[in-house]
Each structure stands twice: as C-alpha cells, then as structure tokens.
Nanobody, 116 residues
C-alpha cells in the first residue's frame, strides 16, 4: 500500500517556527495535489493548506500569513513551514496525496503541541 511519512512534529513553544515534512512515493507525488490537514482534540479534521502540481496554493483563514506550503518534486516531499504558532494550532497534522477519488492517500499524522 502507498505509504506517506510525516515528520517534524513535537512540543513547540508559542511563537515557534517548526517545519513539517511529508515524503510520498514519487510515482504518485509527481501528478498529485498535496495537502496538509489537521485535527484538534474534539474537533473535526480541517484542511490547513494545499498545493497543486502547478504550484497553486490555498490556506485556511486561520493560518494565512503564518504558514507556507511548498513542494520539492525532485525529493517527492511537501513541506509546511509554520510560524508564530499559537496554542490553538495544537493538533495532529496529516499529509494527503490526491489524484482522484480512487487514488487518495493519507499519512498517519504527526502531533504538534504548542505549549510553554
């Protein structure tokens, strides 16, 4: 089965600036839209940021101006640079690789906890 692997999460102080990474098999990464979702305790999973094959990006309003999504096609890796973190950013962050409703893959998630 397709395996996506997230990294970069952990305990971060408010105002911190970690970078999350997600590695996907190149065979699917090259043609797929890549996204980051998050799910906070007791909340529904929400789209945080997305980037198309052509580089078009989208962000949820709560992270605009603070988070930046990017992709390195040569490394089959998508990044989420997180800046000025707030406690409300605490969540499990999931990487997703989308090509179609039949080829839609998820990572297992990485926990980001924002606390002093």
């Amino acid at each position: 089965q397709v395996q996506l692997v997230e990294s970069g999460g952990g305990l971060v102080q408010p105002g911190g600036y970690p970078r999350l990474s997600c590695v996907a098999p190149g065979i699917i990464f090259s043609s797929n839209t890549m996204t980051w979702y998050r799910q906070a305790l007791g909340k529904e999973r929400e789209l945080v940021a997305g980037i198309s094959r052509g580089g078009s990006t989208t962000y949820v309003d709560s992270v605009k101006g603070r988070f930046t999504i990017s992709r390195d096609n040569a490394k089959s890796t998508v990044y989420l640079q997180m800046n000025s973190l707030k406690p409300d950013d605490t969540a499990v962050y999931y990487c997703n690789s989308y090509y179609s409703i039949y080829q839609n893959y998820w990572g297992r998630g990485t926990q980001v906890t924002v606390s002093s």
